[in-house]
C-alpha cells in the first residue's frame, strides 16, 4: 500500500488514527459515504498483530466479504472444562460458535477494504500531538500534519492517542499470553474440530485453545491485573494438555476489559476500540466491540452534520444502545466467574449445560445478553434445574 502525502493545506472529513478492527471499519464506511478520510497507522501492513484471533458469529456477520475470507478455520463446537472440578461442558451448533483468523491477514483485509471504499492510507505514521478547536483537529505526524473536521482514536489498548488529546484512562487492563504453537500432524487434528476454553488453571483467569489452519494458538489470562505468572500457568497448561511443540512463539499483551471514563467524544475527537476499553470482560473477547464500534463512531459523524456537540450525542446514545449495557451485565457476570469460586461452583454443578448454551446463543447473536438475563423462561429454566438437583427439591 503506498504511503499518502501528508499536507496540512487538504483538510479531510475524518482523521481515523489506528487501522484495526475499528479504525477501518470507520474509515470504510465513512469513506463509502463520500467523505474524504484518513487512516493513519503506525505500522505497515500486514503487520502482526498478538491476538488469539477468535470471531464470534455476530462479528463475522459485520465483515466485509476479503475480511471473512480470511477465516482459516470454524469451529461447531466448544468445550468449557473446570480442570479442578472436572466438570465439562459441551456446546455444538450448526453455525460456527467461533471462527479463527490470523489478526496480520485479519486486519490487513480491513485495511484493504476501507482504502477500496476510499480511505487514503497513512503506514508508518505515528501521531505525536493533537490539536483541536471548535472548527476541527489536527495530527502532527512525521509526515506532516494532517487536517480533519473529526477524529477517532482507534490506535489499541497501548496507543497514545487519548492521552493526547486530553481522555480520562479509568480501563481496567488484564494481562494475557497467547503462543502460536506448531505441533505434530496427529496433535492438531486432536484439537482441530472445536475451541476449547479451561478454567481453574488460572485462579482468576482461564486457558484456551484455537486451532488454526497449521497450528494451534494457545493462551492463559488472568482477569484482573498483576502478577499472574502467565508464562509459568502456560508451561503447565502444554504439560496438561500432552502437548509438545515443534515450534513455539510467545506474546504477552494486555487486553482493556472495562471502559474509560466517560465521555467518549471530546470536542472532535471520538474514542473507539481498545483505545476506549470495550473488550467483553466475561470473555476477554474484543474485536466484535471494535467493530460495532466504529459502526457507531461512522454513523454518528454521518448523521452529525458537522456539529461536534450532536455527534458527540449521537456517538454516546449510540454507544449506550449498542455495547455499553452490554458490557456492563457481562462485568457482573465476569465478577462471579472469576472472582466467586464457590458460588460458581454451585452455579455449574447444577446447571452448568443451561449456562453455556445461554452464553454460546449470545455469542451468536441469537441473543443480547442483557435479554438473555432478564428473560423470565430463563430464569423458571434455570430454577427448575436448580430444584431438581437439591436434595428435598421436586
Known amino acids: 500500500m503506498e504511503n499518502l502525502a501528508a499536507s496540512a493545506d487538504a483538510p479531510y472529513d475524518a482523521l481515523i488514527v489506528g487501522a484495526g478492527p475499528a479504525g477501518s471499519t ?3 464506511l465513512l469513506a463509502a459515504a463520500g467523505l474524504k478520510v484518513a487512516l493513519l497507522d503506525k505500522a505497515r501492513f500486514p503487520r502482526s498483530k498478538t491476538c488469539g484471533g477468535g470471531l464470534i458469529l455476530r462479528s463475522l456477520a459485520r465483515l466485509p466479504p476479503a475480511a471473512a475470507a480470511t477465516v482459516e478455520r470454524a469451529c461447531f463446537e466448544a468445550e468449557m472444562n473446570f480442570l479442578a472440578s472436572g466438570l465439562s461442558f459441551h456446546v455444538r451448533r450448526k453455525q460456527p460458535v467461533v471462527a479463527m483468523a490470523m489478526r496480520d491477514r485479519f486486519d490487513h483485509a480491513l485495511v484493504q477494504a476501507a482504502v477500496a471504499s476510499g480511505a487514503q492510507l497513512c503506514e508508518e505514521c505515528p501521531v505525536e500531538s493533537v490539536v483541536q478547536n471548535a472548527e476541527g483537529v489536527q495530527l502532527r505526524t512525521p509526515r506532516g500534519v494532517f487536517s480533519g473536521r473529526f477524529a477517532i ?19 481496567l487492563l488484564i494481562p494475557a499470553l497467547e503462543a502460536e504453537v506448531h505441533v505434530a500432524a496427529p496433535i492438531l487434528a486432536s484439537f482441530g474440530q472445536r475451541a476449547r476454553f479451561d478454567f481453574e488453571l488460572v485462579p482468576d483467569g482461564y486457558a484456551w485453545v484455537f486451532p488454526k489452519a497449521d497450528h494451534l494458538s494457545i493462551g492463559v ?11 509459568q500457568r502456560l508451561e503447565e497448561y502444554l504439560r496438561r494438555l500432552d502437548i509438545v511443540p515443534l515450534r513455539i512463539e510467545k506474546h504477552g499483551y494486555v487486553i482493556p476489559v472495562r471502559p474509560r471514563r466517560p465521555p467518549y467524544a471530546k470536542g472532535r475527537v471520538l474514542l473507539a476500540g481498545d483505545a476506549l476499553g470495550l473488550a467483553d470482560a466475561l470473555t476477554a473477547e474484543g474485536i466484535s466491540s471494535a467493530l460495532r464500534s466504529g459502526e457507531v463512531a461512522a454513523h454518528a459523524i454521518l448523521d452529525g452534520g458537522g456539529a461536534a456537540r450532536r455527534v458527540a450525542r449521537l456517538y454516546q446514545r449510540g454507544l449506550r444502545r449498542e455495547l ?8 457482573r457476570l465476569a465478577h462471579i466467574l472469576y472472582f466467586k469460586p464457590r458460588l460458581r461452583a454451585f452455579l455449574f454443578r447444577r446447571c452448568g449445560q443451561q449456562l453455556c448454551e445461554v452464553l454460546t446463543d449470545c455469542l451468536l447473536g441469537e441473543e443480547r445478553l442483557p435479554q438473555a438475563l432478564l428473560n423470565p423462561r430463563r430464569w423458571i429454566k434455570l430454577l427448575a434445574s436448580l430444584t431438581a438437583r437439591v436434595p428435598g427439591g421436586s
Not at 153 to 171: E, I, Y
Open 221 to 231: 489470562l488472568a482477569a484482573a491485573p498483576g502478577e499472574a505468572r502467565l508464562q
Open 324 to 331: 455499553l449495557r452490554e458490557l456492563a451485565w457481562s462485568r
Open 26 to 28: 470507520a474509515g470504510r
Open 153 to 171: 482514536a482507534a490506535d489499541g489498548a497501548l496507543g497514545r492517542m487519548a492521552a493526547l488529546a486530553g481522555f480520562l484512562d479509568g480501563r
